[in-house]
């Protein structure tokens, strides 16, 4: 399966943003999909994934509260809204896909990465 991450961009400490990750060559369904981010000169961390069922969990430290997961299958895809942004919650954005029911917060857990999308937030 191949993933296409977009909506990324400039914006001002409190203000929103839906991140969309695309998934083609493969049976959507059939995958676990999971949010990360990259801040420069940092790890790939967890924000939040969704099960293949629907069932959803996120970075309780970060960003709960905050962000929203949702996937529509009928598109093949996956969205991140990201509400009250945060500078710190500037970073590259990666979706990734597992084909397993449940979501893992562990980066090596995951087959498939799209590219990221650069979430920058000012204040």
């Known amino acids: 399966v191949q993933l296409q991450a977009s909506g990324g961009g400039s914006v001002q400490t409190g203000a929103s943003l839906r991140l969309t990750c695309t998934a083609s060559g493969g049976t959507f369904s059939s995958y676990s999909i999971a949010w990360f981010r990259q801040a420069p000169g940092k790890e790939r961390d967890f924000v939040g994934a969704?099960?293949?069922?629907?069932?959803?969990?996120y970075d309780t430290n970060s960003v709960k509260g905050r962000f929203l997961i949702a996937r529509d299958s009928a598109k093949n895809t996956v969205y991140l809204q990201m509400n009250s942004l945060k500078p710190e919650d500037t970073a590259d954005y990666y979706c990734?896909?597992?084909?397993?029911?449940?979501?893992?917060?562990?980066?090596?857990?995951?087959?498939?990465w799209g590219q990221g999308t650069l979430v920058t937030v000012s204040s």
């Open positions: 990734a896909a597992r084909p397993y029911s449940f979501y893992s917060t562990n980066t090596r857990d995951y087959d498939y």
């Open positions: 969704i099960s293949r069922s629907g069932g959803s969990a």
